[in-house]
C-alpha cells in the first residue's frame, strides 16, 4: 500500500477477528514506530505487547472507550521512559508520533486498530501503571488495539479548507 493511500484509507477499526496476529508482523509494527521522529531524536519509547485476555479484559474495566479489546487478540501499549527524556509533554508527543505510525503500519498489513488514549487521564494512566507493573519513571501514553478486521470502514474525506491559514491567523 502507498503511504498517501495508507494515510487517506485509515480508519479506526473496533471489530476485531480471533485470529492471532503472526510474530514477523508484530516486529514490523514495532519497527515502524521506532521510525518515528522524537524531540532531540530522545526516542523514548517502550512497548508492551498484551495478549494476555485476562489483562485485555481487565482494561475494558477501567477504560471507558475500551469494550473492542473484548474482540481484540491483542493491545500494544505506547509509554515513555522520563529517565530519557524528563518532560512529560516530549514524551507524550514522541509516543503519539509513534502510536500513528503504528496505526498507519498496521492498516498497510490488512489490520486493524484503533488509538485508546491514556495520557493525559490520569486514573487511566494509574490503572494501566498497575495493571503492567510498570517502573515508576515510565508513563503510559496510549494503547492500540489490534487484529484483523470484522468490519469495514469507508474512508472519510476530513480535508477542510476552513482550517488552513496562511502566515497569520
Not at 110 to 122: A, E, F, Q, S, T
Not at 126 to 148: F, K, N, Q, R
Not at 155 to 168: C, F, G, L, V
Request: glycine share 4%; with cysteine; hydrophobic share 40%.
Amino acid at each position: 500500500m502507498e503511504t498517501l493511500d495508507s494515510i487517506f484509507t485509515r480508519r479506526s477499526i473496533r471489530v476485531y477477528r480471533p485470529d492471532r496476529i503472526p510474530e514477523e508482523m508484530i516486529t514490523t509494527l514495532l519497527k515502524s514506530a521506532m521510525s518515528a521522529p522524537s524531540a532531540k531524536n530522545t526516542q523514548p519509547w517502550h512497548f508492551i505487547i498484551i495478549n494476555d485476555r485476562k489483562l485485555l479484559d481487565k482494561i475494558v474495566e477501567f477504560h471507558p472507550y475500551a469494550s473492542m479489546l473484548e474482540s481484540a487478540p491483542m493491545a500494544i501499549a505506547i509509554c515513555g521512559d522520563l529517565q530519557i527524556e524528563p518532560s512529560r509533554e516530549y514524551v507524550a508527543v514522541d509516543c503519539s508520533a509513534a502510536t500513528e505510525n503504528l496505526l498507519l503500519a498496521a492498516h498497510s498489513l490488512g489490520l486493524g486498530g484503533v488509538w485508546l488514549g491514556i495520557y493525559p487521564k490520569k486514573e487511566r494512566m494509574d490503572e494501566l501503571t498497575e495493571l503492567l507493573t510498570l517502573p515508576e519513571y515510565i508513563m503510559p501514553v496510549s494503547l492500540i488495539a489490534l487484529g484483523y478486521p470484522a468490519e469495514e470502514r469507508e474512508p472519510e474525506d476530513r480535508y477542510t479548507p476552513s482550517k488552513i491559514h496562511k502566515n497569520k491567523w
